[in-house]
Antibody, heavy 116, light 109 residues
Framework: EVQLVESGGGLVQPGGSLRLSCAASGFTFSSYEMNWVRQAPGKGLEWVSYISSSGSTIYYADSVKGRFTISRDNAKNSLYLQMNSLRAEDTAVYYC?????????WGQGTLVTVSS | SSELTQDPAVSVALGQTVRITCQGDSLRSYYASWYQQKPGQAPVLVIYGKNNRPSGIPDRFSGSSSGNTASLTITGAQAEDEADYYCNSRDSSGNHLGVFGGGTKLTVL
């Protein structure tokens, strides 16, 4: 069974940093591309970042470029999102999502709240 | 980047048929995927590709595409189908699946 479990969310002050993790199991993690997608309270889904299976190709949404860094450790079956210079508008549930030509599985998400 | 446009809200009578649409230039080149999201839950894939359903998705869900418009059709809507529905496709460069529609809130009356 495919499982994606996010962790690392919480309350952080504006300008602060947070590192999200996504633990993958039930599939060969190193063979799949991955995404981070977020959802602000009461809002729609917003793509945040993409990483190829090897980690060699990375893309970011303009809204997070220069502040967020996506990475992965295939030996640990884990995906990460380092978030720096956080803003109030980054408040959202962050989902990691597996890509198999399409986004086929999502984690349950972790809530990030940016507030003073 | 590109955009996908969805109607914010649609309603359907119990047992009737409803179509939810998604418009965008990228859909001329790429199929949309459709996700169902219920309150407090993660999105779930319901339709992908030309008209494919993952295992466990009822056959009342179907998909189609024409020009720049993709459609999700629910034939015989059930109370449990009340949810938000999002379309997703590749960006204009085709590099990644970075484009989501704004979502459609489906109400089953």
């Amino acid at each position: 069974e495919v499982q994606l479990v996010e962790s690392g969310g919480g309350l952080v002050q504006p300008g602060g940093s947070l590192r999200l993790s996504c633990a993958a199991s039930g599939f060969t993690f190193s063979s799949y591309e991955m995404n981070w997608v977020r959802q602000a309270p009461g809002k729609g889904l917003e793509w945040v970042s993409y990483i190829s299976s090897s980690g060699s190709t990375i893309y970011y949404a303009d809204s997070v470029k220069g502040r967020f860094t996506i990475s992965r450790d295939n030996a640990k079956n884990s995906l990460y999102l380092q978030m720096n210079s956080l803003r109030a508008e980054d408040t959202a549930v962050y989902y990691c999502a597996r890509v198999a030509t399409i986004i086929d599985y999502w984690g349950q998400g972790t809530l990030v709240t940016v507030s003073s | 980047s590109s955009e996908l446009t969805q109607d914010p809200a649609v309603s359907v009578a119990l047992g009737q048929t409803v179509r939810i649409t998604c418009q965008g230039d990228s859909l001329r080149s790429y199929y949309a995927s459709w996700y169902q999201q219920k309150p407090g839950q993660a999105p779930v894939l319901v339709i992908y590709g030309k008209n494919n359903r993952p295992s466990g998705i009822p056959d009342r869900f179907s998909g189609s595409s024409s020009g720049n418009t993709a459609s999700l059709t629910i034939t015989g809507a059930q109370a449990e189908d009340e949810a938000d529905y999002y379309c997703n496709s590749r960006d204009s460069s085709g590099n990644h699946l970075g484009v989501f529609g704004g979502g459609t809130k489906l109400t089953v009356l």
